[in-house]
């Protein structure tokens, strides 16, 4: 049954072979990597506006200089991402930039800053996609954590399906989403031009800040939350069909002029009509309102920009896993998050990915607002390292025209690190602070976890071992038994099978007992050993484990003894609550004493069948 | 550091030998047995002005011929488990005496009344003593849950110590409640008598519905709630010192005349004063502040009320794992409810009925009210039981002067059925419905145990089994293994001396690793066969699986593979994250199998230690 429900929602598996053909063309490519980068004018204006309405309506002015300034940085971050796909062909996330030309431990605040970036870009997404649909249906408002929860399962389970299916599937609200809003703007430039929509002017509104540059200069950082998807794909290369990078490189520059012209044709519209939002309504939503009225097109633009948000979550889907599987190739994360599922997809990390989001969007109840301060650090230390790497691969290369090359990414680097400084002394106190904790706290941990990795390794390893190895010594087994009944029989005769050394040890809670099964015993098994362990205070394991030490202690040839444990298999499930409590109870022991003492003996488990 | 918990909790383990030191004196058998009889005044008196007051204040006047009838039920109770004290010297509750002459069925189903009989004492204690409490302050009402819970955990620790020091502990309160309470009696005859205190007159109530005699009768059968603690020693004879039967006797009838005398006492002087209670006020607190006034008195009259009750509920940890004690030893409840625990107490009775009150209670929101109509129900019916076991008893053995013993338990019998049968009519909508489904349903549970014992041990007998055994061929031993390190030697090296056949199995997930594998594997084992299983879609179990059925049919010896996995024991609990994860999986899906397929692999478990 529960596989009839895994093939329902995942589909069958996939084999090995059909790996290449999993690969996107470029319309399916720029639907899975942009919508991170395309929709984050959904939350991106709507921050601007914020950070400069505190100083009143005058600093509204600015939202549009401000968006020219970041979409300058567009421009330069999307030439330098355009260079390292060129440089890595093969996939060059800002991980593998900078573990290569800066050293691993780069490599690893990169790979954490990332992997952050990721999870707060679906956190932020999920968030403002219910905030989009609620400010046309105020009501949702009140259940946007379950909203937002529900969509997070959707997206979960769409992936896990595997990369094609997903490309498909999401290009219909990211087409949907450009045609819409292009069609908007556009109307809304020819009413401005046919002069049916004047320009408006913005109500005065409450000064409770002083328009200074460090305030400038937060509505800026804010803004940039903007540009945190322009990484994926250069992340992605090897997601494209053949020649990748030559196809990477084109959705890249497709995508940084889709992305351009959507934020200044919105910012533009917005501070030209002097439309503000309020507690219930995006800001988008009231430029919707304000060119369409409010009818079907006000929602249908709403539905949009939550379809986008929806599938920009997705985009954390694609990029984290990746990410965490290059982390997990080179030991900086367990093994588990190489592997590829059986849809061809890396499903740990997927998994991972999403009950991490789901607890963040509860811990910030999912509100946009909250969650963006600790937005674009990542992405920005990200940029900053990756650019840094490009410039040292060019100096390293020396490609053809490997001067301009480096000097483009240099700039990019230069103003990345400019951003990041910003942003990070803006938005320190906000929440920005825990970014720096978590980036430190997670290279640390993929500094311990190789470390360890490669301890075992070191462990492990078969150098210095004879080629030749010297047989064991026969084996000791102790049977615990409770009584001489068939199964009591059939344990036995199995431990004879595996050694010709076998004890069996009675535990005796009450006086006399030891002595009938001895005879009992006698009878069936005249030659071997059975031990009777008194136990004064009724408990069973006590006795048992120190009954193991004790025989150790006495034969003394440098061998653990083995216990043979038989373990009743009932055929209806609540016949399990009347037998075994005691095996149990003896593996959660020996577990337990694995903790204390290092160290833990040979089980073996014999079943006993029965059949009713 | 769980140990030194334990010890503090529970104190050290007892021995066998200390058994007989833990029997109880008489005063102090009074105080382990009597509270749920004697406690039983602080809601059967709500409960019959309940019952009486929605027929207007005329009918409240019937309160103290109900008290006198369910006095005279008491009397002949009594006398009835006086005789059943003497007849079953080693203890002789319900289910024992209506087993032993009704028959098997009867004596589950009185066994099962008792049970939830004393489950609903526990939960009802525990709510009547927050009620008392939260009579004088009324801001607890609110917290009842948390505070009923906070005592039913208080209660199962001091249980869980042993019988002797639970004696002790709770003769305090109970011997203050019975101080305190024959104080108030006493004192509140007194002012009667010397006309301080005149009678009063019940304000005019509304009426809804008349005073028919279905009401009558529905007061008297809740106020029947007074008595369900009545069998409680006859079922703890073997807690007494010696002579047991004689002490218990003693004891019985000293707890009759107190509880009659406490009961008569307050309803006679209620109804005297005529004292009404209110949604935020018990009775007896009403019945309290109009004696002593709103004092420290009543303070501590109440104070005392909640302390009798919290040990009542006391009364049910001392019976139900008894009663339960009894029904495993016959086989019809898992056995581990048998076993005495390291401080010579029923543990695990006490643990279950510790689970199931607090569901119970926060099921029922601690609102005795609501839990009073199921109670009484099981107590009346094992009453009615073990009287007519009782009967039957005295006809068969003859003893001296059996007639006029038959003839009482025969009363007592006529009598506790009629009682039951108009519990059982006028509760029956309020929720003694559910007591039947429940008795039901425990009694088919009870049975389908003991059938799945017998089938086990006719399985698992000895009987027709050749007196020697031909020993088992070779075993197979069967490897999956990752890599070729030191583990996979040990493990490989272990199986050696386990069998000379040995069969190592790896699974290729990248093509072509197989092959590398291979090489270095003959490198050490030239003789050893290596199987290569290749996985088209990734996973490791499944070929695992496939593997090992397939190998049994090859080889077709009627033999079971074992399957040994070597599993890495880490220094680091967090280092468990990092590994065997194959190993876990493996080892579950042959659990999910043996549910599925009915049978189970032998597994051998190989620890393989590291370092560091």
């Given at each position: ?50 950070g400069l309405?505190?100083a009143?309506?005058?600093a509204?002015?600015l939202?549009?200089p401000i ?144 328009l200074t540059l460090f305030l400038i200069l937060h509505a800026f ?392």
């Amino acid at each position: 049954m529960s596989n009839r429900l895994r093939w329902l929602l995942l589909g069958s598996p996939l084999s090995t072979q059909q790996e290449n053909e999993e690969r996107l063309g470029n319309p399916h490519a720029l639907a899975v990597f942009s919508p991170d980068a395309l929709s984050s004018i959904a939350y991106a204006n709507q921050e601007i506006f914020l950070g400069l309405a505190i100083a009143g309506s005058v600093a509204l002015n600015l939202s549009f200089p401000i968006a020219l300034a970041i979409v300058g940085l567009l421009i330069i971050l999307s030439l330098s991402y355009f260079q390292t796909i060129q440089g890595y062909p093969s996939g060059g996330g800002s991980y593998i930039v900078a573990r290569e030309n800066l050293g691993t431990f780069f490599g690893l605040v990169a790979g954490g800053a990332l992997l952050l970036d990721y999870l707060l870009n679906a956190a932020v997404s999920l968030s403002a996609g219910v905030a989009a649909i609620a400010s046309v249906f105020p009501i949702l408002a009140e259940y946007r954590v379950g909203i937002a929860l529900f969509l997070l399962a959707v997206i979960t389970i769409i992936n896990l399906r595997g990369v094609r299916e997903t490309g498909k599937l999401i290009s219909i609200p990211v087409y949907g989403f450009l045609t819409i809003y292009f069609g908007m703007l556009i109307w809304g430039l020819i009413q401005v031009l046919r002069g049916a929509l004047p320009p408006g002017v913005y109500a005065p509104l409450p000064v409770s800040e002083p328009l200074t540059l460090f305030l400038i200069l937060h509505a800026f950082s804010t803004g940039c939350t903007a540009l945190t998807g322009i990484e994926a794909i250069s992340n992605g290369v090897q997601s494209f069909r053949s020649p990748e990078s030559r196809n990477a490189g084109k959705t890249l520059v497709v995508m940084a002029v889709i992305m351009g012209l959507l934020f200044l044709g919105s910012i533009g519209l917005t501070q030209y009509l002097a439309v503000i939002p309020n507690a219930h309504e995006t800001i988008l939503s009231a430029l919707a309102r304000r060119i369409f009225g409010s009818g079907i097109l006000h929602l249908l633009i709403q539905a949009a920009t939550m379809g986008i948000l929806v599938v920009a979550a997705n985009t954390s889907f694609a990029g984290f896993p990746r990410v965490a599987s290059s982390l997990a190739r080179d030991r900086f994360l367990p093994r588990q998050f190489q592997a590829l599922g059986d849809r061809l997809v890396f499903s740990n990390g997927i998994i991972f990915l999403s009950v991490a989001c789901g607890l963040l969007i509860i811990l910030f109840d999912a509100d946009t607002h909250l969650l963006v301060p600790l937005f674009a650090v990542g992405a920005f230390l990200a940029f900053l390292l990756s650019q840094t790497g490009m410039v040292i691969h060019w100096l390293r290369t020396r490609e053809r025209s490997w001067r301009i090359k480096a000097v483009l990414n240099a700039l990019g680097a230069a103003l990345t690190g400019i951003t990041l400084l910003v942003v990070w002394i803006t938005k320190f106190l906000d929440g920005a602070w825990i970014t720096v904790v978590f980036i430190v706290g997670v290279v640390y941990l993929f500094l311990r976890i190789k470390s360890h990795y490669d301890e075992v390794a070191r462990e492990l390893s078969l150098d210095g071992l004879p080629p030749t190895l010297r047989p064991p010594g026969p084996l000791r087994v102790i049977v615990p038994i409770h009584s001489v009944h068939r199964g009591t029989i059939e344990a036995i005769r199995y431990a004879q099978s595996v050694s010709a050394n076998v004890i069996a040890v009675f535990v005796e809670l009450e006086p006399g007992s030891g002595e009938h099964i001895r005879q009992k015993w006698h009878a069936w098994f005249p030659e071997l050993p059975l031990e009777i362990v008194s136990s004064p205070y009724r408990s069973v394991i006590g006795p048992l484990l120190a009954f193991l030490d004790e025989t150790d202690q006495r034969y003394n040839d440098s061998q653990l003894s083995t216990v043979l444990i038989p373990e009743f298999v009932p055929v209806k499930w609540w016949h399990g609550f009347l037998h075994n409590q005691t095996a149990w109870g003896l593996k959660l022991a020996l577990l337990y004493r694995r903790r204390r003492l290092g160290y833990q003996r040979m089980i073996i488990d014999v079943p006993i069948h029965l059949k009713r």
